[in-house]
């Protein structure tokens, strides 16, 4: 097997495991955020999951540059490329809404939870019109 073979699939499984792993710590975050959202525990989940986007968005880009070498320029044509133009804006939308989770030092935990929701169905309509596009 070549190796850009082997370099897609490597990356394509770190990418898949980063994003899995940031989708679950955010429902976590929804899910029990009057005990998340206090200052130590905000500062525990907020670098654990800056790891996980940080990595989400390294490996994305690897996969969108393998793409574009093997032929891929335009993705509005095909399905692959409408999904991958989709989960490039989810994951601006979750970067702007984790930034602003950064920045927010007002520490009400509604307005945390609000922020962790938008992040959570942002990556859940990413991954629903992922799943109708490529099937």
């Known amino acids: 097997m070549e190796i ?3 370099l897609w699939k490597i990356s394509y499984m770190l990418h898949v ?6 989708f ?8 029990a955020c ?9 500062k525990a989940y907020l670098k654990l999951s800056s790891v996980f986007v940080t990595f989400t ?6 996969l969108l540059s393998i793409l574009s070498m093997n032929g891929m320029d335009d993705l509005t044509n095909n399905p692959i490329g409408q999904s991958v133009l989709v989960m490039i804006l989810s994951y601006t939308l979750v970067l702007f ?3 602003l989770v950064v920045i927010y030092k007002g520490g009400e ?3 945390y939870k609000k922020m962790f929701s938008i992040m959570f ?7 629903l019109s992922r799943t109708y596009l490529t099937t």
Do not use: E
């Not at 169905?121 to 991954?127: D, F, T």
């Open 4 to 6: 850009g073979g082997w």
């Open 121 to 127: 169905i942002s990556y859940l309509v990413a991954y």
């Open 17 to 22: 495991i980063s994003n899995a792993a940031f």
């Open 57 to 62: 968005g390294l490996t994305g880009i690897l």
């Open 24 to 31: 679950g710590a955010t429902l976590l975050a929804i899910l």
């Open 109 to 111: 935990s509604r307005i």
């Open 97 to 99: 809404i984790y930034t």
């Open 34 to 42: 009057d005990t998340i959202c206090t200052g130590k525990n905000l």
